[in-house]
Antibody
């Protein structure tokens, strides 16, 4: 069973860039599509970024100008960068595999605060 | 964007009862609809994809139906571990969108 583990800074200052990594273990990152989904405290789920096995990407339109998703096959991990963060970007960030999101990491909480 | 509207917002039921959750799309998503279960402090778990196909390891008491704009998740007999929040999600169009969730709580 593939395991996904998100990691990140925990606390980011407003206007800075948030960088997150999703490490894939017990399976290969190659040949699959991958997504990042976030959940603000007490709120619902918001899909924000997607990358397929050809490394074609797609983003939530409202965040597209600030987001970059990428894959590093040599490290077997997935990355997300979100620039110019504000307090509205405070959320638990999840990575998930496949078109149906059939495997999820446990999530990492990112708080944007000065 | 396709808006998914879930109803009811909260469903209060007892163990052993049947749960029927609805998800309505603002435009057709064909059968590209999935259901997820989320418990407090946990990541969501895929239950159903392509409207009606159970994911690996999901008990048969969970079933999905529908196509186009109207979808239903049915839990035939609620077990104690089924009390959670349920989300629908469409992958017919970009951006992918989720419903706002239905909380199934113990009555």
């Amino acid at each position: 069973q593939v395991q996904l583990q998100e990691s990140g800074p925990g606390l980011v200052k407003p206007s800075e860039t948030l960088s997150l990594t999703c490490t894939v273990s017990d399976g290969s990152i190659s040949g699959y599509s991958w997504s990042w989904i976030r959940q603000s405290p007490g709120k619902g789920l918001e899909w924000i970024a997607y990358i397929d096995y050809r490394e074609s990407t797609d983003y939530d339109p409202s965040l597209k100008s600030r987001l970059t998703i990428s894959i590093d096959t040599s490290k077997n991990n997935l990355s997300l960068k979100l620039s110019s963060v504000t307090t509205a970007d405070t959320a638990v960030y999840y990575c998930a595999r496949g078109p149906h999101l059939d495997n999820w990491g446990q999530g990492t909480l990112v708080t944007v605060s000065s | 964007d396709i808006v998914l509207t879930q109803s009811p917002a909260t469903l209060s039921l007892s163990p052993g009862e049947r749960a029927t959750l609805s998800c309505r799309a603002s435009q057709s998503v064909s059968s590209y609809l999935a259901w997820y279960q989320q418990k407090p402090g946990q990541a969501p778990r895929l239950l159903i994809f392509y409207s009606s196909i159970r994911a690996t390891g999901i008990p048969a008491r969970f079933s999905g139906s529908g196509s186009g704009t109207d979808f239903t998740l049915t839990i035939s007999t609620l077990e104690p571990e089924d009390f959670a929040v349920y989300y629908c999600q469409q992958r017919s169009n970009w951006p992918r969108t989720f419903g706002q969730g239905t909380k199934v709580e113990i009555k």
